[in-house]
Each structure stands twice: as structure tokens, then as C-alpha cells.
């Protein structure tokens, strides 16, 4: 069998589902293998499952084909890798790898799905999809995992952390984790602050939504006496700056809850469908009748938003909180502004802080993909995968995917990590990683940026801020819902309704109530409210 099949770029242009929840982790399409987690000794659970054992019982080789996004470059063909060799031989398997641009991946899946020719292991956008999602595993076109998940100690416990994401009671995919470290798996929305700017002027750094305004009215004044404009805020759209929203609803401003108003009240509904999502927007009212909204934010480019932060212009942005993002913001600062460190200059705050003292953040839904299996695949393979999956989430797995193999890519001299590959230009360290394809399998379980990155990046210590932020907010849950939202609610445009609130001076319940009015006129928004509670029931929500 042909071990490697390339995947030429597709004609059709490709338009990615557009997830507000997800946007701001959708925009950062760099190679995410280059970061992973490395987990503390008490989290590994290598002692309850040693590959080095199970391997011994891996008599028969099993062929597996294996198909994700892979951006990559690497030095040697799949043939000659020695890591991907190293997996092969671990588990005796043969495997045909199958990767696909990151262009064409959304596409490239929905083919195969559709034409029945999925591979072994499938790596989609999965739980972010739920329109996509939902029915593929009503009409049966994924394997569900097997109920005892023993054998895979490290898959049960990494999907353990979404019971949402079950349907009729089974996990249908790996939702990949972002860390093994569950306090890290949360969503990666930062707020990125132009801490020089508090510095100059001697003010604290903010706590709370008000405490912000407060110090950038006076920033604001200081500075345009010298001739400077500078906005407490810019965005690309309010979706962008959900922190600044959830300290009023502290709920999810995403997914669906339960309305506690109006018509709907007691029922399943769409977030922004809620009176609470209204009300939390009314902030940004505020803070664009202060002043100290950026006028441009519904019209702002991406690079807008972040030129506009990076050359001063705004205190504060909402934007990734990956360490490839955070080292894009920082060679970005420093660009624009020559001879200012960036480390200084920038910081990451804690998530803004509600009247009930807690800082609330929505839970770490996997945005990068979700790794599913065919309907019509054996156990034995499956089993044979999960093995695999399962040794890549221990800590030796995971230091393989990133140094590669002990004594041929690496050398460990008591706690320290020595690379025999040599450096890379810039004087770090040259790992595996960044030759070798080390990474593939950890990333169909671990998507790994979090706790086991580059310590030698010169801006990890603004992520690590950003880190240690993360590990003291309240976890909101996204409910996995779904019913036909591409007939019914077609349409609707919520991002219309976030600038109405901004701009106009109507009450925000009469701007709300006329909304509803209105989508219920426009759409059978009643029927779709429905069916929307009897799938809730069918969840036992």
C-alpha cells in the first residue's frame, strides 16, 4: 500500500465556517505543532500505561491511513523520517499518511465523508461544526469510542473534560484537548495590554471593565495633549472582546442557555437570542459614548486591530492567547515601535473581574479539530489507534513529539533537555520537531500549546502571565446543540444587533424585543425554538 498520499490543493475555494465562539483562535493558521505541553510528573499516567509493554503484544502489523491539516516542512519523506518510523515500529503499524493544506482541509473532509472514503483516523472541525457534525453521527457515518475506556487511560481522561459534547450518551470523536494540564484547557482569548502606557502615567493595572475606563480617561487626556489619540478599546467586531461582556452576563456569551425572560423564558435558546446578551453588550454603549471605544471597531481589519495596539492607539485588545500568537504580538510591538522592549511594554490581563469578585471564561472547547473514526472500522484497528493516541498524551509521548527520540535527537542531563540536532539562527536549541515529523499523533489527541512550550522564545514570559491568568477563572460550559439553523435562521445577523446596541439610544430591552419581533417574523424562529427543546430532552438537558 502507498504510505503517502499527496493531496493536491482543491479548485474549489474554500469558505470555513464562520464560529464566533472560535473566531479569534481561527484567525492564528500557523503550524501549532511547534508548541506543546509538557505535563507535571503527577499528571502523566505513564506508570498505568506503558507502551513499552504493550507493544510486546502487537503481533500483527495493522495498516492505518491517517488524514489531517499538516502545514509542515520537513527534511525527509515519510519513508525516511525516523520518528514516523519510530511510531510504525513501536506499534506495528504501517501507516498511510494523508495530509491536506490547511485550505483545502475543511473541504478535503467533507468529501471524504460524503463519498465514504474517510480514512482510518480523521482529524475535521468537528464539534465547532455542529450543523456538519450532529447529523454525521445521526446518519452513522462515525464509530462511537467504546464504552470502557480503561486500556486508554489518558484518552478517558482527556475527553472526560467535555460530558457537553456526548450524544445519545457516547463520545463520537476525541475533542482535542488543548493541554494535558486541565486547569490550561480553556479558550484562548487574551487580553493584551499595553502595560507602558499605566506605567508612564503611574496607574494599576485593571481589575474590572470600569476600573479600565476609569484609567483610560485619564491616559486619553494626557495623551492628546501631546497630540496622541488613544482608545481604552479596539476591536474587529464586538465578538472579539467577549471578555469584556461576560462579567455582566457571567455565562457563556456563545453556544445556547437557558433564557430566564421574555417569551422564551425557560427554554433553550440561542445566547444572543437572551435579554442577558443584550445587557451585557450595553458596555460597549458606554465606553463609545466616553469616548473610549475605537469609532472604527465594526469596520476594523484584523491587522487594523493589531497595528492600532501595537503602535499605540489602543490600551487594550482581545485577540489569541497562543504562544505563537503572543510571539506575533511581540515582534509586532517591537517593529512598530523601535528601541521599546516588548516584554515591558506588553502584558496579558486576568480576565475582567465581576461584581461577585469572580473572572469567568468559557470553557476550552477544542477549536482545531476533532479527531473521529469511520463507522465500518474494525476494533481491532481502532484499538490499535487508541494505543497510539493514548502513549502520545503520557509524557513520554509528549517529549517525543516535540525532541523526537532519546539518545538519537536529544540527551537529558539531570532536569535539562539537551539537543544533539544543533541550533537553529537564531541561537535556540533545533528539536526534532523542527525536522521530523514528531508531532502528527499527538496532535489527533493533544493540540498542546500550553503548559510544554518554547521556554526559549524571548516573549514567553508574557504567555506565561497569560497562563497563570487562565488558572483562576470560572469555567462556563458551551452546550453542544443543534437543530437546522442553515434553513431557519439563515439570515440572521448578530453582528448588526452587537452595533445597535453600540450605537443607538433606544433602551436595550425595546432593541431586543424588536429583534425577536422581528426574527419572528422573518424566520419560523418559534418552530426552531421547539425543536430545539426536544433535542435538549433527547440529551437529558
Known amino acids: 500500500m502507498k504510505r503517502y498520499l499527496h493531496v493536491s490543493a482543491l479548485v474549489l475555494s474554500v469558505l470555513l465556517l464562520f464560529v464566533t465562539f472560535a473566531g479569534c483562535a481561527g484567525q492564528d493558521k500557523g503550524d501549532k505543532s511547534d508548541v506543546v505541553s509538557e505535563p507535571k510528573p503527577s499528571e502523566s499516567k505513564d506508570d498505568e500505561t506503558d507502551a513499552d509493554e504493550l507493544t510486546t503484544s502487537f503481533d500483527k502489523k495493522i495498516e492505518i491511513s491517517y488524514f489531517r491539516v499538516d502545514g509542515g516542512q520537513y527534511e525527509t519523506t515519510v519513508e525516511e523520517d525516523p520518528c514516523f518510523n519510530f511510531i510504525e515500529e513501536k506499534f506495528n503499524v504501517e501507516i498511510e499518511y494523508m495530509p491536506v493544506a490547511y485550505g483545502d482541509w475543511t473541504e478535503k473532509y467533507k468529501v471524504m465523508i460524503s463519498t465514504g472514503t474517510m480514512a482510518d483516523i480523521m482529524q475535521i472541525n468537528g464539534i465547532n461544526s455542529p450543523s456538519e457534525y450532529i447529523p454525521w453521527v445521526k446518519d452513522g457515518v462515525f464509530k462511537a469510542l467504546p464504552d470502557d475506556l480503561s486500556k486508554w487511560p489518558m484518552v478517558a481522561e482527556l475527553i472526560s ?3 457537553d459534547q456526548k450524544i445519545d450518551g457516547k463520545w463520537w ?19 493584551y495590554c499595553r502595560k507602558d502606557y499605566f506605567d508612564k502615567y503611574g496607574l494599576s493595572l ?3 471593565v470600569e476600573e479600565l475606563m476609569d484609567a483610560a480617561e485619564i491616559i486619553q487626556r494626557e495623551e492628546k495633549a501631546q497630540g496622541n489619540s488613544v482608545y481604552a478599546v ?12 461576560m462579567p455582566y452576563m457571567k455565562e457563556n456569551p456563545m453556544g445556547f442557555l437557558k433564557e430566564t425572560e421574555g417569551i422564551y423564558a425557560g427554554k433553550w435558546v440561542p445566547a444572543w437570542l437572551t435579554l ?26 484584523e491587522d487594523q486591530m493589531l497595528d492600532k495596539f501595537a503602535m499605540g ?34 502584558t496579558i490581563l486576568p480576565n475582567y473581574m465581576s461584581d461577585d469578585g469572580n473572572r469567568y471564561d468559557w470553557e476550552g472547547m477544542n477549536w482545531w479539530a476533532a479527531t473521529v473514526f469511520p463507522a465500518n472500522i474494525s476494533d481491532e484497528k481502532l484499538e490499535r489507534i487508541l494505543y497510539i493516541l493514548d502513549w502520545m498524551a503520557t509524557e513520554e509521548g509528549l517529549t517525543f513529539s516535540y525532541r523526537g527520540i532519546e539518545g538519537e535527537h536529544y540527551v537529558k542531563e539531570g ?18 520537531k523542527d525536522k521530523y515529523r514528531c ?43 443543534y437543530v437546522d439553523t442553515e434553513t431557519v435562521l439563515s439570515g440572521i445577523d448578530t453582528a448588526t444587533a452587537r452595533v445597535d446596541i453600540i450605537l443607538k439610544d433606544d433602551p436595550i430591552e425595546d432593541l431586543w424585543k424588536a429583534f425577536v419581533d422581528q426574527m419572528r417574523k422573518d424566520h419560523p424562529l418559534d418552530q426552531y425554538i421547539e425543536e430545539l427543546q426536544d433535542f435538549a430532552k433527547s440529551q437529558g438537558k
Open 276 to 301: 442577558k446578551w443584550w445587557k451585557g453588550h450595553e458596555i460597549f454603549r458606554i465606553m463609545y459614548k466616553k469616548g473610549l471605544l475605537d469609532p472604527d471597531f465594526a469596520i476594523n481589519t
Open 415 to 432: 532536569d535539562e533537555y539537551v539537543s544533539l540536532l544543533g541550533e537553529k539562527e537564531d541561537g535556540t536549541p533545533l528539536w526534532a
Open 439 to 481: 508531532a502528527p499523533f499527538r496532535s489527533a489527541i493533544v493540540y498542546g500549546q500550553l503548559t510544554f512550550v518554547n521556554k526559549e522564545s524571548p516573549y514567553y514570559p508574557i504567555w506565561e502571565q497569560h497562563f497563570k491568568n487562565k488558572q483562576n477563572t470560572v469555567q462556563m460550559s458551551r452546550n453542544l446543540f
Open 206 to 208: 485593571p481589575n474590572t
Open 234 to 245: 479596539t476591536a474587529k467586531d464586538t465578538y472579539w472582546y467577549n471578555e469584556i461582556v
Open 313 to 346: 492607539s489602543a490600551l487594550t485588545i482581545s485577540w489569541n492567547g497562543s504562544l505563537s500568537a503572543v510571539e506575533s504580538m511581540g515582534k509586532r510591538v517591537a517593529e512598530a515601535n523601535p528601541g521599546i522592549d516588548p516584554i515591558k511594554a506588553v
Open 173 to 191: 470523536s476525541i475533542p482535542v484537548s488543548q493541554d494535558i494540564d486541565p486547569s490550561a484547557n480553556e479558550n484562548e482569548h487574551a487580553i
Open 161 to 163: 473534560r467535555y460530558p
